[in-house]
């Protein structure tokens, strides 16, 4: 029975309580992707936590096997923030669409989003008519309260679920999305679901999907943020604990490829046709064997050899190679990998971004505004945001970038103008 995790180390499995976890990749100790740096903070020890990831034998779920606590993980100055990028917007926004075309019958309905940032996704059930109400633990509830969504600054908890019931007395959507996989408390989540959504009501997840990690070798996605690495199989006997079925999936390109998982305690709703095809593939393409998982953890060690072996050449050439965009899973490969300030010398961000200013955990990569690099016009350049390369690059180039664009993942390639 899955449970609430307290910090620390995990000995069994998150959902099945296994105590049979088997090591694929131990990738050393790691500062929480997203604990950027004042330049005060440069002055003091930096806190760093293990970051293996792990397989039940038991169930198949996919994990790491320590727990951060919440609050060090999303402090009220967190910096992410999901409306200055132009692509996930339209993205976000596109999931009232998909919600409602499958369940027109809630349009004139409440829509709560767990984790809602800025409220970009909740703009979009807004503009087809519903009643929303987000609930984010950090300073940027006020950015989306400004933005007119209203939200309650807090975790989702009974605390919170009881102040969304005393405004709205009922609730029939519910969306987590990129966030699913990363609360401890499995338990009590759960619970606070079921005490929140009617009991027709639909629960709509998005998470990172296991079948694209494999595939296209994202071990940057592995950070202390992200306990679980979903495959449907496993969503489902997560939430078959708690009297919910999935009504359907669809897959989805958000982050470089995620699920959406709809789940309800109404039957009636089940798409049985949709289900068929989505778990006939997926039991085709392996995802779930330990086979699988040991491909992906030789091919991420010949992976951080390949990257290493291509920086180590441009520096041999007096070559400096800056970094482009700073997502949670730039850490990771930056840490990973072992790439320092002498070799990258900043990261440049959107000048919309709140991680200007900031310096990158482990490494301390200052964070820069991206003019800096249209101005410079350095030979070469590293994409840490390879999973949108296509549009960034394209951004890019729209702004004026000459230079020759690193993409490290799934396989380095060089973009030339």
Avoid at 152 to 174: R, W
Wanted: negative net charge.
């Amino acid at each position: 029975m899955a449970r609430d995790l307290a910090p620390g180390f995990i000995e069994t499995c998150q959902i099945c309580s296994s105590p049979e976890l088997v090591t694929l990749l131990e990738m050393g100790h790691h500062a929480p992707c997203d604990s950027l740096l004042t330049t005060d903070d440069l002055h003091h020890q930096e806190v760093t936590f293990p970051l293996n990831l792990v397989r039940c034998s038991e169930c198949a779920l996919v994990q790491i096997d320590y727990v951060v606590a919440p609050e060090i993980l999303f402090p009220e100055e967190y910096p992410y923030r999901s409306g200055i990028t132009e692509s996930l917007v339209t993205r976000l926004t596109s999931t009232s669409r998909s919600v409602l075309a499958r369940y027109p019958h809630f349009k004139e309905s409440v829509c709560v989003d767990i984790g809602s940032n800025d409220g970009t996704l909740l703009k979009g059930f807004q503009s087809q008519g519903l009643h929303v109400i987000g609930i984010e633990p950090s300073n940027i509830a006020q950015i989306a309260i400004e933005d007119g969504i209203p939200t309650i600054q807090s975790f989702f908890n009974q605390e919170s679920v009881d102040k969304v019931l005393a405004i709205y007395k009922k609730v029939d959507i519910v969306t987590a999305t990129n966030m699913f996989a990363h609360m401890p408390n499995l338990d009590s989540f759960m619970k606070a679901i079921a005490s929140i959504l009617s009991p027709d009501g639909i629960f709509v997840t998005e998470s990172h999907y296991l079948g694209n990690i494999i595939e296209t070798l994202q071990y940057d996605s592995i950070y202390h943020e992200h306990l679980r690495f979903y495959s449907g199989e496993t969503i489902k006997r997560y939430l078959e604990q708690y009297g919910f079925s999935i009504t359907a999936i669809e897959e989805i390109d958000n982050y470089g490829g995620s699920i959406r998982v709809y789940a309800s305690r109404n039957k009636e709703l089940i798409d049985n046709e949709n289900l068929e095809n989505f778990f006939k593939k997926e039991k085709a393409s392996g995802i779930n064997s330990l086979a699988s998982l040991k491909d992906f953890s030789d091919a991420t060690r010949l992976s951080k050899q390949q990257i290493s072996a291509q920086l180590a050449e441009l520096r041999a050439k007096d070559l400096l190679i800056p970094g482009v965009g700073c997502p949670g899973r730039s850490a990771t490969l930056i840490n990973y990998i072992g790439i320092d300030r002498e070799t990258m010398p900043y990261i440049a961000e959107q000048r919309t971004s709140l991680k200007l200013g900031l310096f990158s955990p482990g490494k301390h990569i200052p964070i820069l505004d991206e003019k800096l690099l249209l101005d410079s016009q350095p030979e070469y350049v590293f994409l840490l945001s390879w999973h949108y390369a296509s549009e960034i690059i394209a951004m890019l180039r729209k702004k004026g970038l000459k230079s020759k664009i690193i993409i490290p993942l799934p396989r380095v390639s060089i973009d030339e103008v």
